[in-house]
């Protein structure tokens, strides 16, 4: 079966600090990744999705950048923390777009910036 | 480009109610619908994907509707327990983005 991981669960991090969450995908192969981002009393809002290896999409404008090294790999960061980065940080896979196959998430990663 | 509303935000019920909750989109052209429910500081777990030339899917004592035409989906969730009490959220599919469009949600709670 597939599974999700996603880590560190929490991190507090200082203003101007850089920033590494990572993902990894189990059980599945050339799966479409995705990074999102959840505010309070708001939807998910799409940072970043993938569709292959080293191939990222950028959805808005921000502090924050993607990268696919591996197939099943997909890492969020940031050279410099701004403490609007703070949130909570999903990752999530399907198996391809036109196939529509269900979303599945990871548990999330809580980031406070301080 | 394609906007996701849930009405109400909370809602709170007694046990053994029938409810239902609402999901509105813009944009008729949606490949999928998916509903999904979120524990507090957890992830989102998959209830129930339907499919755009669907109307409806079951699992349970859930039920989810489509109306692709009006832009609505309804989530319907009988004889409610205290264990459904959560966030639910919706998520539609778009037939030109990779992506799916989250509504805010609904956070549900269940008296006993």
């Known amino acids: 079966s597939q599974t999700i991981h996603q880590w560190p669960a929490t991190l507090v991090q200082p203003v101007g600090s850089p920033l590494s969450l990572e993902c990894t995908v189990e059980g599945t192969s050339n799966p479409n990744l995705y990074w999102y981002r959840q505010a309070a009393g708001r939807g998910l809002q799409l940072l970043f999705y993938s569709v292959g290896i080293g191939q990222i999409s950028s959805e808005v404008p921000q502090n924050l950048s993607a990268s696919r090294p591996q197939d099943r790999q997909f890492i969020l960061s940031s050279k410099k923390l701004l403490l609007s980065d703070s949130g909570f940080y999903l990752c999530?896979?399907?198996?391809?777009?036109?196939?529509?196959?269900?979303?599945?998430f990871g548990e999330g990663s809580w980031l406070t910036v301080v | 480009k394609q906007e996701v509303t849930q009405i109400p935000a909370a809602l709170s019920v007694p046990e053994g109610e029938n409810l239902v909750l609402n999901c509105s989109f813009t944009d008729s052209a949606i490949y999928n619908l998916q509903w999904f429910r979120q524990d507090p500081g957890k992830g989102l777990t998959s209830l129930l994907l339907?499919?755009?030339?669907?109307r409806e899917q079951t699992s349970g004592r859930l039920n989810a509707s489509l109306d692709k035409s009006s832009g609505r989906s309804t989530l319907y969730i009988a004889a409610s327990q205290p264990g459904d009490s959560a966030t639910y959220l919706c998520a539609g599919r778009g037939y030109n983005n990779n992506d799916m469009r989250f509504g805010a949600g609904t956070r549900l709670t269940v008296k006993p």
């Open positions: 339907i499919q755009s030339s669907q």
């Open positions: 999530a896979w399907s198996g391809g777009h036109f196939s529509g196959n269900t979303i599945y």
